[in-house]
C-alpha cells in the first residue's frame, strides 16, 4: 500500500455485524483518488491469486476486495485464506464458502475455516463521496444467479442488459461489486457502475478500479489471455485445469 498515505485515514478494520453485514466508513479526502484491487471467484487456487496480489502492490493500490467464493473446486484452500488474510484483504461470503461450512469440520482445515465463517454476506463501504457495495452474486445479498450480461463471445446483450437496469434502480450504492458468473465487465447500468474482476482461476483476471472517476484497469494472470466470459464446457474442452 502507498507509504506516501501513511497520514491518511483508513477505513475501519473488517467487523461482522450480527445482521451479517460489514460496514467500512472512510473520511473525505481533497483531490485524492483510491485505487482497489478486485477479485472474486478464486476457489483454492493460490497461484493466481499470488499474481493478483503481485499485481495490485505493483500499482500501489489502497485496498483490497474479494467477491467471494473463495472456496470450492480445487484443493488448496489453506495457503488461499492465508494469503488473503496477509494481504488485508476484504471479503465476502460465495456460494461455495457456504457449501464448505457446511461439511463436517476437518482438523487440518481449521484456520481456513475461521476465516471463511467470520466473513460476511455482503459489505457497505462509503470512500471517496461513493457509496460502494459488494455483494457475491447479486443484491441484496443473493449466492446464486448472479448478474449474467455476456454472451459467450464476451458481447454484452441488450435485453440482459435493459433488465438489470430496471432491477437495480431500488439499489442504493453507486458502485456494486459482484462475482459468481465468471463473466468479466465493467458499465453503468442506470445509475449503478457494475463491475465484476471474473475468477482469477478461470476468467485469469483481475482489476483495480479507481475513485472517484470509477475507471477500471483490467489484468490477464498467468500469461494466460483474459478470458471475458467462461463456462464449464470449456473448461472440458480444454481437457486440463486452467493453472
Not at 466473513?119 to 446464486?144: F, G, R, S, T, Y
Request: aromatic share 6%; with cysteine.
Amino acid at each position: 500500500m502507498r507509504s506516501s498515505d501513511s497520514m491518511r485515514p483508513r477505513p475501519k478494520t473488517l467487523a461482522t455485524c450480527a445482521n451479517r453485514v460489514a460496514d467500512y466508513t472512510s473520511y473525505p479526502t481533497a483531490l485524492m483518488s483510491t485505487k482497489i484491487g478486485l477479485i472474486s471467484d478464486v476457489h483454492s487456487s493460490p497461484v493466481p491469486l499470488v499474481q493478483a496480489l503481485d499485481i495490485f502492490a505493483r500499482e500501489d493500490v489502497d485496498d483490497i476486495i474479494c467477491a467471494g467464493d473463495i472456496a470450492g473446486y480445487y484443493d488448496s484452500l489453506l495457503p488461499t485464506t492465508e494469503l488473503l488474510a496477509q494481504s488485508g484483504c476484504k471479503a465476502v461470503l460465495g456460494n461455495h464458502d457456504q457449501s464448505y461450512l457446511a461439511q463436517p469440520a476437518r482438523d487440518d482445515e481449521q484456520s481456513a475455516r475461521a476465516y471463511l465463517q467470520q466473513l460476511p454476506l455482503i459489505i457497505e463501504l462509503e470512500l471517496e463521496q461513493k457509496k460502494i457495495l459488494v455483494v457475491h452474486a447479486n443484491p441484496p445479498a443473493e449466492q446464486h444467479g448472479g448478474i449474467k450480461l455476456l454472451d459467450q463471445q464476451g458481447a454484452v446483450i441488450e435485453e440482459r442488459r435493459r433488465d438489470w437496469i430496471v432491477r437495480l434502480s431500488e439499489v442504493d450504492c453507486d458502485v456494486l461489486i459482484v462475482g459468481h458468473t465468471h463473466q468479466v465487465y465493467a458499465l453503468a447500468l442506470g445509475d449503478v457502475f457494475v463491475v465484476n474482476p471474473g475468477s482469477s482461476v478461470f476468467n485469469h483476471s483481475c482489476m483495480i478500479l479507481s475513485l472517484p472517476d470509477l475507471t477500471v484497469q483490467r489484468f490477464a494472470l498467468g500469461g494466460h489471455d483474459l478470458v471475458e466470459c467462461w463456462n464449464f464446457g470449456m473448461l472440458a474442452r480444454a481437457g486440463s485445469i486452467p493453472f
